[in-house]
């Protein structure tokens, strides 16, 4: 069972999460923030990975600490859930339509952290988030997990539809990415034999 539970403590957030990513798309999601939450819920139920997120942050402030430090974190524990990453698949490409949208996100559990966003809103804030705050959400999630992500909204004109699709989008890429093939179950996904090395371009 690959499962992990971590906690970020700092002077503006205090987070736990647990993730397993073995599961069945279980999610018990507490952050302040109803539309992360959301966004949580669907990244769980879609990827199949269980996560129970407890988030307590200065939104008095705003939202931005919390929203980022969900992300690092989130991303730090399924990245020590991963272990050794022997036999995953290692990449993962989903589109995913949303009414009038269609989001692509890919991903190479390669860790070498990076993220390419190309996703545009009409509107600053969706409920009470900024909608800034995503690409926020996707870098920090992305840096903490180790993982190569690509997120581009091909087109769409809803912009809870673009965000929402780009979550089930994720979810979909990591459900691909985390599969253990069981041809090669004891292999790293790597002609170098190691995952991780900024000169591993393989």
């Not at 990244?43 to 980022?68: F, K, M, N, P, Q």
């Not at 993220?115 to 690409?135: A, I, P």
């Not at 979810?171 to 093939?181: G, K, N, S, T, V």
Request: with cysteine; glycine share 8%.
């Amino acid at each position: 069972m690959r499962s992990a539970t971590c906690n970020r403590a700092t002077k503006e957030t205090e987070i736990s999460v647990s993730v397993n990513l073995d599961g069945q798309g279980v999610y018990d999601v507490e952050t302040g923030i109803g539309f992360l939450d959301h966004m949580m819920e669907q990244l769980s139920r879609h990827s199949l990975i269980d996560i129970t997120i407890r988030a307590e942050g200065d939104l008095h402030i705003d939202y931005h600490h919390t929203v980022e430090d969900v992300g690092i974190i989130l991303g730090q524990t399924m990245k020590e859930a991963m272990g050794d990453l022997r036999g995953i698949t290692r990449y993962g490409n989903a589109v995913i339509p949303m009414d009038e949208c269609l989001t692509r996100a890919s991903v190479d559990i390669s860790g070498r952290p990076f993220l390419v966003w190309k996703v545009d809103f009409s509107r600053d804030k969706l409920g009470d988030m900024d909608t800034e705050l995503f690409q926020e959400w996707f870098r920090a999630f992305a840096f903490g997990a180790g993982i190569t992500l690509h997120m581009e909204n091909i087109y769409g004109e809803n912009n809870h539809h673009i965000i929402e699709s780009s979550y089930k989008a994720l979810a979909r890429a990591l459900r691909e990415a985390l599969e253990i093939d069981p041809r090669t179950a004891d292999a790293i996904p790597s002609t170098k034999g190691v995952i991780g090395d900024k000169t591993d371009l393989s």
